[in-house]
């Protein structure tokens, strides 16, 4: 079974400039969350997707926005890009919106502005 | 205070020793626990989920104390594969929030 997959590995984009990151879920998990992980710290709650719809963010700008698809992928829009967004973005799926099922995380797209 | 605490060591231990993680949080709405492993540059992967009777998957033992607002884990007989940042997760109802700890930083040497 695949597991969680995110798309580019690598993003780097200049200041001003909007990146878009993808995410799969594994199939059969309706939740997508998004996290960001900045270089030697924890990881930070970004949103939360279940069932199409914005269930919960964290404590983020609204430049920092997303969606899910019908189909459960996600998607992340990061706009006018700051030099402090450099980090590893992190996608992690579970099975339902019930939050005691256990969250799965691709590998991450590191995006760097410059 | 930070919603989940934890220690951030480093923990260096030498092989085959045992270890133990705590860790805290604030949040007594808080309604499922988790211990993630992450490897450096790599995604945290789901070493396992405690429940409130305590569980153990091999070497590894997870307890929870909802009295006391605290998970630990515990690794016995450390391997040198051990080495990684153990992260506490919780999930608080409600909110739907998922929290993350900052990470158990763990070196195991030979």
């Known amino acids: 079974e695949a597991g969680v997959t995110q798309s580019p590995t690598h993003l780097i984009k200049t200041r001003g400039q909007q990146a878009t990151l993808r995410c799969s879920p594994i199939?059969?998990?309706?939740?997508v969350y998004w996290y960001q992980q900045a270089l030697g710290l924890g990881l930070q709650f970004l949103l939360w997707?279940?069932?199409?719809?914005?269930?919960n963010r964290g404590n983020f700008p609204p430049r920092f926005s997303g969606r899910q698809f019908p189909n459960y992928s996600s998607e992340l829009n990061v706009n006018a890009l700051e030099l402090e967004d450099s980090a590893l973005y992190l996608c992690?799926?579970?099975?339902?919106?019930?939050?005691?099922?256990?969250?799965?995380f691709g590998p991450g797209t590191r995006l760097t502005v410059t | 205070r930070k919603e989940v605490e934890q220690d951030p060591g480093p923990f260096n231990v030498p092989e085959g020793a045992t270890v133990a993680f705590n860790c805290t949080y604030s949040?007594?709405?808080?309604?499922?626990f988790f211990w993630y492993r992450q490897d450096c540059r790599k995604e945290p992967k789901l070493l396992m989920s405690?429940?409130?009777s305590g569980n153990e998957d091999g070497r590894f033992t997870a307890q929870l104390n909802r009295a006391s607002q605290y998970i630990s884990l515990l690794i016995r007989d450390s391997k040198l594969s051990d080495s990684a940042t153990y992260l506490c997760?919780?999930?608080?109802?409600?909110?739907?929030?998922?929290?993350f700890g900052a990470g158990t930083r763990l070196f195991v040497k030979a």
């Open positions: 992690a799926s579970s099975l339902h919106r019930v939050m005691s099922y256990e969250q799965y």
């Open positions: 199939s059969g998990h309706t939740s």
């Open positions: 997707y279940d069932e199409g719809e914005e269930r």
């Open positions: 949040n007594s709405a808080s309604q499922s």
């Open positions: 405690v429940y409130s």
């Open positions: 997760v919780v999930n608080v109802a409600g909110g739907f929030k998922t929290i």
